[in-house]
């Protein structure tokens, strides 16, 4: 609401100031980045979705969190949310069955929309990392290759770097540069990781050795004194995003891709429930066998006693 009472008490004057801004901005031809995140969950989410929102929250100095919404079937109300807020992209982790998580990740008003499943889910607490970087700071955006060989992977290329990509000048956000935000496909699967940039200066070469130890992995260390060596430390957190669909407007509107090899958790799990139910069959099966057959030697007292035959001691000495 504040942002509301804000907008609406604004003079003409300053209405004006910012409308001579952008068009000094448009005829230079400098094209301002205004990105704004707007971040919630739906109800059911465990204390890890949780953390993993509050993670990323602190990642992206230009998101904004709300509380959580109370509908997962009226979705379209995120569009007039985002709109109250002044935010062109929403993050909307939905939870299911305090199993599943899934991730809406839109562009209000007219979208499109990407749903994702999220797997592999580790936070910053939980993994212990040494890295760290600056609160506030912006990413570098690393992108795979294999962006490129589709249709569907360049618009999801597009839309996460509207939602993770930091503008300069954002609000709350600090004129440095010291993490890498690293999406990588691998088996049809958007693969997450957050590294820190650590910078030292290369100092006078080393006596030589007889067996110089091996460089650490990730650290360039070429470079003559006085040079900067860069190397990467994750600081996380990590996890994996599915693609399921694409639909072509926001929370709505036909979908104009979907992941044909997609399994749904539920089937999963159904699946294991009937791969033991059909263990538990078999052990059953087996079990009645074993009851019949000793009933058919006269093994058991309650089947009945076997006959005795004409040989027997107690026949032949009776």
């Not at 952008?22 to 739906?42: F, H, M, P, W, Y």
């Not at 979907?258 to 069959?281: D, I, M, T, W, Y």
Request: charged share 30%; net charge positive; glycine share 8%.
């Amino acid at each position: 609401m504040a942002t509301v009472y804000k907008s609406l008490s604004r003079t003409n004057g300053e209405r004006e100031k910012e409308k001579r801004k952008d068009e000094e901005a448009t005829s230079s031809g400098l094209r301002k980045n205004k990105q704004r995140v707007l971040i919630l969950s739906s109800r059911g989410v465990t204390y890890r979705h949780r953390h993993l929102l509050q993670d990323l929250h602190s990642l992206l100095p230009h998101s904004r969190k709300d509380a959580k919404l109370d509908t997962k079937t009226k979705l379209y109300q995120l569009n007039e949310l985002a709109d109250l807020y002044n935010c062109n992209n929403i993050l909307f982790f939905e939870a299911r069955k305090a199993k599943d998580l899934y991730l809406w990740l839109a562009k209000p008003p007219n979208g499109p929309t990407v749903k994702f499943h999220l797997q592999n889910l580790h936070t910053m607490e939980e993994l212990h990392f040494p890295g760290n970087c600056l609160k506030g700071s912006r990413p570098v955006l690393s992108f795979d290759r294999a962006f490129e060989d589709h249709a569907h992977w360049r618009l999801l290329r597009e839309m996460l770097a509207h939602a993770f990509g930091v503008p300069r000048g954002a609000r709350r956000s600090k004129p440095f540069v010291d993490h890498v935000m690293g999406f990588s496909i691998v088996d049809g699967r958007v693969w997450v990781r957050c590294y820190q940039i650590n910078e030292r200066e290369v100092g006078k070469a080393p006596a030589p050795a007889p067996a110089p130890a091996p460089a650490p992995a990730g650290e360039d260390t070429a470079g003559a004194p006085g040079e900067h060596a860069l190397s990467l430390t994750e600081i996380g957190p990590r996890f994996v995003m599915t693609p399921i669909m694409v639909q072509e407007s926001s929370f709505g509107g036909p979908v104009i891709y979907q992941n044909k090899e997609f399994v749904s958790p539920n089937v999963v799990r159904a699946g294991v429930r009937l791969q033991k139910a059909g263990r538990h069959r078999r052990r059953e099966e087996e079990r009645v066998g074993r009851v019949v057959k000793k009933g058919e030697l006269g093994l058991r007292t309650s089947v009945g006693a076997k006959k005795r035959g004409e040989l027997e001691d107690g026949v032949l000495f009776a």
